[in-house]
């Protein structure tokens, strides 16, 4: 996994690059396009063909897209925790009260309800629950 410093890195070396599109000529050229009938020379492979597809594919305007898709999973991953870690503090505040537990997150919390069920067992139990009315509202 890179770090964020790298993918900064990768990016400031993507936008100080000869833009492109890049092109592979001949078995070993890769060349971009740098106006209306002139090109630059970015790399002469002397491996095989495929060295210089690869090449030519991870262009700078490639390389960029990847960051920024790199980016947009970031954030949303981000924004998914945060909805877990409030699903969790709410489910178990919920087994809490249930439980009949003193303190919860340093609040004083009354006894509602008093069970005999493992809260293993009812974590489990709200699970379920509020994934089979997740199932019922995709299928609705």
Known sequence: MLTPDQLADLRAAAEAATPGPWTQRGIALIEAKTGELSRASIAEVFHAAEDADYIAAANPAAVLALLTHIDAQAARIAELERDAARYYLIRD???AQQKGFVHYI????????????????MLNEIDAAIDAAMEQQCTS
């Open 106 to 121: 340093g609040v004083a919390v009354s006894e509602v309800l008093a069970t005999d069920m493992p809260t293993e067992q």
């Open 93 to 95: 505040w919920l087994v």
